[in-house]
């Protein structure tokens, strides 16, 4: 780090001694200017910011003292050594409230100087190294707030009060955001998403904040945040159709789903919901879907499927009643919406009973049996009303089966829970109350289920967790410790050493190596 210095003295061979007896270049240090007198300082001050500077207190025009006082008016962090003859130290005493570094009596000692020179550039060195440390830090937690902020966002975890501090913070709600959603297989995802992210970053003038997130298993979103209000509508649908039939997607297994315009990032938790429920559905593959959720039919299916996650999840906390109050607020709002648009909202409700299908299979909650006598009476009936019968039927079955298999059930809503949850300090009982059951039922399943407790099962998430962020993102090892749970760094290093077998830093260049 090189350092810039200022000398000040109105006597030519003071300034000449400094100048070529102290060890400047040995120490990385710049005279960028010399000045007889304060108003020539102060002007050499503004224009070249030195972290040091000699001034003489006796000088014409305006004297050392008058100088140290108008520096501090904008200038707090400027060191200053003061020169000054034995008989004016005690005038000089008088500026020890605007923080002089030192003093140094003439005639100058130069080989005390010398050593105070060294002394006073080492010590600068260290504050700035300090400080520049402490920003980077402060740099980190602000970028991890903000991925816990976007996360937060497309969770659903949100209100007025929140919007309103994390707009302080960081201005969102002047921002707009262009989403994609891949899902797959994490090798393969992770040629897709950096050429994704990259692709982003060279397309527009003002650059966006470009965050890799992963918000489920296999699942995860690549946001680009920023001000695209001033683009037209046109010319940013052609750029990102542009950018998805330039990106290399002949990996196979790899699926995206996008939006072909920006979206307010109040409505992230609507953007993921349908695009993840695209690729869920399997109708996407290796093309962008481009969609445009506007207006009030796009609104109202939003509101459907918002009333289906929330069905999902009081089937997985066996909560009957719940259940059955989503499917009657689903049935108002399905016959609300057909009066706009019977044939889509029926042409809806084939995609919601797939998805339901899909979501109760992965916790083992329907049979093979239910599974494929829904699917035949998906195939015979096509009316509004023939289909929330089914629906119900759906619901009661799934109630019946997950009481004859409620371990198996209970199990996978449980993984899902921890998955989600893995960046906070996750407890059994929490996941036991989420369950509805009680922790001593809930211990002994997991333990029985998995072959492990809880707290090792967990500590195996965050592992397989760490090691696809190592392999899919460019964050630093010790943001990616606190977003799997991990405050302390080395703590994580040896945990991860002790399951992988080698450090986070090695596993990520080997990957990185292997994958080209």
């Known amino acids: 780090m090189r350092l810039k210095a200022l000398l000040v003295d109105d006597e030519i061979n003071i300034l000449r001694n400094l100048q070529i007896v102290l060890p400047w270049q040995e120490h990385n240090v710049e005279v960028v200017g ?46 200053v050594i003061m020169l000054t003859g034995y008989q004016e130290f005690e005038y000089a005493r008088t500026v020890l409230r605007y923080r002089v570094l030192d003093y140094v009596l003439k005639p100058i000692d130069y080989d005390a100087l010398e050593q105070l020179f060294i002394e006073v550039a080492g010590s600068i060195r260290d504050r700035l190294t300090n400080l520049a440390q402490e920003s980077q830090k402060k740099d980190k937690l602000t970028d991890l707030a903000y991925e816990k902020m976007l996360l937060d966002l497309i969770y659903g975890r949100t209100d007025t009060a929140k919007l309103s501090e994390w707009h302080e913070q ?6 707009q955001c262009l989403m994609f959603v891949i899902s797959g297989q994490e090798q393969e995802m992770y040629t897709v ?16 904040q470009i965050v890799l997130l992963q918000v489920e298993e296999r699942y995860w979103t690549i946001l680009a945040v920023g001000h695209f209000c001033h683009i037209e509508d046109r010319q940013l649908q052609a750029t990102i159709e542009w950018l998805m039939l330039n990106l290399d997607l002949q990996t ?32 996407a593959t290796y093309r962008l879907l481009a969609y445009n959720p506007v207006g009030e039919v796009q609104q109202q299916e939003q509101f459907i499927w918002h009333d289906v996650d929330l069905l999902v999840q009081a089937l997985k906390q066996m909560d009957r009643v719940k259940a059955r109050e989503i499917v009657s607020l689903l049935e108002d709002r399905l016959r ?111 333990k029985q289920h998995y072959g492990m407790n809880f707290i090792d099962y967990v500590t195996e998430a965050r592992i397989e967790r760490a090691k696809g962020l190592l392999t899919l993102s460019n964050k630093s090892i010790s943001d990616i410790a606190r977003t799997v749970g991990y405050l302390d760094r080395r703590y994580f290093n040896k945990v991860f050493l002790r399951k992988v077998g080698v450090l986070p830093s090695v596993y990520r260049e080997r990957n990185k190596r292997e994958m080209g």
């Not at 001034?55 to 501090?72: A, S, T």
């Not at 960081?170 to 921002?175: G, K, P, R, S, V």
């Open 34 to 79: 010399m000045a007889h007198n304060g108003m020539q300082a102060l002007e050499l001050v503004k224009l070249h910011q030195p972290h040091l500077v000699f001034c003489d207190i006796r000088m014409p025009v305006m004297d050392g003292i008058d100088f140290l006082k108008e520096l501090r008016q904008f200038d707090q962090g400027t060191e």
């Open 170 to 175: 960081f201005e969102i709600l002047d921002q």
């Open 193 to 208: 998403a950096n050429a994704l992210m990259e692709g982003l970053s060279k397309l527009f003038a003002e650059q966006p």
């Open 252 to 283: 196979e297994g790899v699926n995206i789903a996008a939006y072909n315009h920006s979206l307010r990032v109040t409505d992230l938790q609507g953007g993921w919901q349908r695009l993840s429920k695209e690729l869920s559905l399997g109708q």
């Open 336 to 446: 609300t919406f057909s009066s706009q648009s019977l044939q889509q909202v029926e042409m809806m409700m084939s995609a919601v009973l797939v998805y339901l299908i899909k979501e109760l299979r992965k916790y083992d909650a329907i049979s093979a049996e239910s599974e494929w006598h829904i699917l035949q009476q998906l195939h015979e009936y096509k009316q509004l009303k023939e289909m929330l019968i089914i629906i119900r039927q759906l619901v009661e079955e799934t109630f019946t089966e997950r009481m004859n298999k409620r371990p198996q059930a209970s199990i996978g809503a449980a993984k899902e829970y921890i998955e989600a949850h893995l960046a906070s300090d996750i407890a059994a009982e929490e996941v036991a109350s989420y369950l509805n059951i009680s922790i001593s039922y809930f211990s002994t399943l997991f």
